[in-house]
């Protein structure tokens, strides 16, 4: 009889090692999906104070408790509750919401439209900002000899973009997107504070300008920064010598040469980045009054709705899990120097 456990290694060995490395990352994120879902669920459980009770209001009778704790799960062990919500959750059932009466997944994948829609906008303009001012600063930081003019531009240059990256990095988007309001909102008038949300739910670009930007400049920052020490450090390579020798211009010396091979870290560093996005999005867009994944949440809570609040968070958690896992398997793929083991 041969069993489960002695053919996996065999299976496993006949897979060529990227694909084996994305099996067993995939496997992993799975497994920590499972976690962060089981850990929202228990958290959920264990807050202070009966949420049936707090639902049924003052005039409710026994009887509408009773009924609520059992619509809830409260009338069984939490290991027990766990174990049905998990089996339930695998099959896209996350229960119904009692402060909004609809199916929670259903109402988490409806708002989060908007989260997604915000994150989608906001990582090719961090990637642009973080690509251009990163290879600028990268440039007067190298300090190479033979540029002239643009040598001493170049290093001033990085002397005003490098702390700001690192202002951008140490920011929270929730104070990004605060800052902006008051100024460019407020002060300038030049764009709503809060967007408006149009037929059928649109939102128009002039309400996604500010909450783009607010995600965006601080995930700029923290790109730009391993854009900066990348191209810097590609720009001290023996080959620069070389391709300068036979007249390559400063341009061509960067973009074909040096910045190609600069961006496996900035690949590996932007699954942190979109974690960021995504969780960063949650608050941003309560900031702005636009209708997302946080504003239900937030209702959620007040109201003491577990179903939606536990799977909202579950949802969330999940989405951060998959996207990192993506990154990395993108980032063995895309690095012949990556060891798979």
């Keep these: 009889m041969i069993s489960v456990r002695s053919t996996a290694p065999a299976v496993a060995e006949r897979l060529p090692s990227p694909w084996r490395y994305a099996a067993r990352r995939g496997a992993g994120a799975v497994l920590s999906a499972l976690v962060a879902a089981s850990v929202a669920f228990l958290v959920t459980r264990a807050l202070p104070g009966d949420a049936a009770l707090t639902m049924a209001g003052v005039d409710g009778s026994p009887e509408v408790v009773q009924r609520l704790r059992r619509d809830l799960g409260l009338d069984v062990p939490a290991p027990v509750g766990l174990v049905r919500w998990l089996a339930e959750a695998v099959r896209g059932q996350l229960g119904t919401s009692v402060r909004f009466g609809r199916p929670v997944a259903e109402l988490v994948v409806a708002h989060f439209r908007v989260n997604l829609l915000l994150v989608a906008l906001a990582v090719p303009l961090a990637l642009a900002l973080a690509l251009v001012g990163g290879t600028v600063a990268a440039i007067g930081l190298a300090g190479l000899d033979g540029w002239g003019l643009r040598r001493r531009v170049m290093r001033a240059a990085d002397r005003v973009i490098a702390p700001l990256m690192q202002l951008g990095?140490?920011?929270?988007?929730?104070?990004?997107?605060?800052?902006?309001?008051?100024?460019?909102a407020v002060r300038l008038r030049l764009l709503p504070a809060v967007a408006p949300v149009g037929e059928a739910g649109w939102l128009p670009w002039r309400g996604l300008v500010l909450p783009v930007l607010a995600l965006a400049l601080p995930a700029a920052g923290a790109l730009g920064l391993m854009?900066?020490?990348?191209?810097?450090?590609?720009?001290?390579?023996?080959?620069?010598?070389?391709?300068?020798?036979?007249?390559?211009?400063?341009?061509?010396?960067?973009?074909?040469?040096?910045?190609?091979?600069?961006?496996?870290?900035?690949?590996?560093?932007?699954?942190?980045v979109l974690a960021d996005l995504l969780t960063g999005s949650l608050v941003v867009e309560m900031v702005f009054g636009l209708p997302g994944l946080g504003r239900i949440l937030l209702a959620g809570v007040e109201f003491r709705d577990l179903p939606l609040v536990t799977g909202g968070v579950a949802f969330a958690a999940l989405v951060v899990v998959m996207t990192s896992a993506m990154v990395d398997v993108l980032y063995g793929l895309l690095d012949p120097r990556v060891r798979y083991r």
């Design 169 to 184: 990095l140490s920011v929270p988007s929730f104070w990004v997107a605060m800052v902006l309001v008051w100024t460019v």
């Design 227 to 272: 854009v900066r020490a990348s191209v810097a450090q590609g720009l001290q390579e023996p080959f620069v010598q070389a391709v300068r020798a036979k007249g390559a211009g400063a341009v061509r010396v960067v973009v074909a040469h040096v910045l190609p091979g600069a961006l496996n870290p900035v690949v590996s560093t932007l699954g942190v």
